[in-house]
């Protein structure tokens, strides 16, 4: 009993004496840890176009009225909200001048101006956030900017709601004939993600490649894009006319978890809406989220050599490897070009293409080439090789060429 007294007396001494001071100790840091989740609350940049007030983006009244100055001040964790109206990068006539992205800042659009949260906005037809180049004399294309948005070695972007237009690159330097729309560049072994939600990409021109986008991932850079509803259309360029992916020594995986796609865009070589450059120990992956979301579309595409839709080329022991599993209706439809109609596929110098296509539906394609088949076209030289799965795939014959609408070649596989 004396002994049980004398532990209870402990007991108490030092809950009394010394359970303040070990509370401290414990609390400093989670009181600390607080302060910090408090402060990394996003912090809200406001744009709108005729604002009266500060020019501070503090709120809707002391907007930015200019969509480049709260890039500028905008830092990691920020959010810029922006109204329905256009914007340009530039007010003056300098064709390089391109609305800059930034790590870790998301860019919002569709706002009328006096929500004070992102479910407030009411999303009108009339109300749309436009990006776009046609700086200088309105409606003339030719001093348009190089290049709408662009963004190097960037990472945790979030574009929503946006409509990129009228890029023109037709510049002087490499770089500046690419990506008239939306150009972005990453190297360098890292990651790096980039989310598009109801992203529109159109009207966009480059000499070379990838009218609406050009995308670089070299140097070991591991880019990883997701596509919600986000269209590339009505663009041209030499090559992709709407997309172009440039990987070496790269890897790139793309995820679709809502119909997105490319329409009416052309290629004045090859790949009339998508082109793929796949080498040096590359790695591209394409799938969507789950068999129960649809996938990218290629529709209405054309292009003058190579790949009415999407074209394909991998070389150098690279590899590259396509998941699509569709759910409707949407696939690869209504393409042209002289060779491939639909799709055409490429391996060299020991490359390997995995394609797997399930529930696509082919349809419609032409190829007027006089041995190139309207659907897909598989080219293995040089000991590269190519196998293509196809699963369930709907009306996957309805493709022109004098009967021919497939070329079926070794590791072609089809599930019908």
């Known amino acids: 009993m004396k002994n049980k007294r004398l532990c209870l007396l402990i007991g108490l001494l030092f809950s009394f004496f010394f359970r303040p001071l070990f509370c401290a100790v414990l609390t400093e840091p989670v009181l600390q840890t607080a302060t910090k989740i408090a402060s990394i609350a996003p912090k809200i940049i406001r744009v709108k176009l005729d604002a009266t007030g500060a020019n501070n983006g503090t709120s809707w009244q002391n907007a930015y009225k200019e969509l480049t100055d709260a890039l500028a001040n905008a830092e990691a ?73 662009r963004g190097e070695n960037i990472s945790n972007v979030l574009l929503e709601n946006i409509r990129i237009l009228d890029g023109n690159a037709n510049g002087a330097s490499l770089d500046d004939k690419k990506g008239a729309g939306l150009y972005l560049s990453f190297s360098g072994n890292a990651v790096y993600n980039i989310d598009c939600r109801f992203v529109l990409i159109d009207r966009c021109t480059a000499n070379t490649e990838g009218g609406a986008a050009y995308i670089s991932c070299k140097r070991e850079a591991d880019c990883r894009f997701n596509f919600y509803a986000t269209s590339f259309d009505h663009s041209r360029a030499n090559l992709g006319g709407s997309l172009f992916w440039d990987l070496d020594k790269g890897k790139c995986s793309i995820q679709t978890t809502y119909f997105s796609g490319c329409r009416y865009s052309e290629a004045r070589e090859s790949g009339g809406g998508v082109y793929i450059r796949n080498a040096q120990k590359s790695r591209f992956e394409w799938r969507n989220a789950d068999s129960n979301s649809e996938v990218f579309s290629i529709q209405d595409c054309k292009s003058i050599v190579k790949g009415g839709g999407l074209y394909l080329v991998s070389s150098d022991s690279s590899m590259a490897k396509f998941n699509w599993k569709q759910a409707s209706g949407l696939g690869i439809e209504s393409n042209q070009s002289v060779n491939g109609g639909g799709v055409y596929i490429e391996s060299l ?68």
């Open 349 to 416: 110098n020991g490359a390997e293409n995995n394609l797997s296509f399930e529930g696509l539906q082919l349809e419609a394609n032409v190829a007027s080439g006089n041995d190139c088949k309207g659907g897909v076209f598989s080219n293995n030289a040089i000991s590269g090789k190519s196998i293509l799965q196809f699963y369930n795939c709907r009306r996957f014959f309805v493709n022109s060429l004098i009967n021919n609408p497939l070329l079926i070649g070794k590791g072609t596989v089809i599930y019908n």
């Open 77 to 149: 964790g920020d959010q810029i909200w922006i109204t329905g109206d256009r914007y340009y990068p530039t007010r003056g006539t300098d064709r390089s001048a391109s609305f800059i992205l930034k790590s870790g800042v998301a860019i919002y659009g569709r706002f009328e101006g006096t929500e004070n949260s992102l479910q407030e906005r009411t999303f009108r037809v009339a109300v749309t956030t436009q990006l776009s180049g046609d700086i200088g004399r309105v409606s003339d294309s030719t001093d348009n900017s190089y290049h709408v948005v």
